[in-house]
């Protein structure tokens, strides 16, 4: 089971974009590199998938390289409300569930 | 509305007496877990379902039970809760494929 590390904390200003790293040196070659975003007593709430390569959707872009060992999460000109842990998670989309979310990474946006 | 419905949002209760926490998912998706969230631990999976009658074990699924009778429903079962089975509890759905997962609103059980 690939297991993520991310720094636990970062701040940054707001209208800045903000870059999440996210490192997973023993990911497998089915496995998926998903982000989500927790708010304080929420659920956590997907924000971004990809395999390879980049992707991007209307929310944010994800940077992966060749190697795959690591992931970047991406976030333009972020607002106060962008203020969140954010988690990437590996795993496989085949046929199991089996999935390891990290500690996170508490993002906190400054006026 | 597509959601994973979570009950009770919040349970205060003592050492030893059994519980319920019930995950509804009306997405009609093969696969659920449960977590737990505890602070600079981030969230672990205790169990996960890959469909009907088929669990098996995350991360952290001791003092834990599970069942999968039904598609939509996935009931965790504490059935001699401890103090350290104090935590923030998520249920999670998704469907087969590279799919992402839909949470719950969670559950904060605190074991006296």
Not at chain 1, 44 to 71: C, H, M, W
Not at chain 2, 63 to 83: M, Q, T
Request: hydrophobic share 30%.
């Amino acid at each position: 089971l690939a297991k993520t590390t991310q720094p636990i904390s970062m701040d940054s200003y707001e209208g800045q974009e903000v870059n999440i790293t996210c490192s997973h040196n023993n990911i497998a070659t089915n496995d998926y590199i998903t982000w989500y975003q927790q708010f304080p007593s929420q659920g956590p709430r997907f924000i971004i998938q990809g395999y390879k390569t980049k992707v991007t959707n209307e929310v944010a872009s994800l940077f992966i390289p060749a190697d795959r060992k690591s992931s970047t999460l991406s976030l333009p000109r972020v607002s106060l409300s962008d203020t969140a842990v954010y988690y990437c998670l590996v795993g496989d989309s085949g046929g199991n569930n089996r999935l390891a979310f990290g500690k996170g990474n508490q993002v906190v946006v400054i006026p | 509305e597509a959601q994973v419905t979570q009950n009770p949002r919040y349970l205060i209760t003592v050492t030893g007496k059994k519980l319920t926490v019930t995950c509804s998912q009306n997405m009609n998706h093969e696969y659920m877990s449960w977590y737990r969230q505890d602070p600079g631990l981030g969230l672990r999976q205790i169990y996960y379902s890959m469909n009907v009658e088929v669990t098996d074990k995350g991360d952290v699924p001791e003092g834990y039970k599970v069942s999968r009778k039904e598609k939509r429903n996935f009931p965790l079962i504490l059935e001699s809760p401890s103090p350290n089975q104090t935590s923030l509890y998520f249920c999670a759905s998704r469907d087969t494929g590279e799919q992402p997962q839909h949470f719950g609103d969670g559950t904060r059980l605190s074991i006296l």
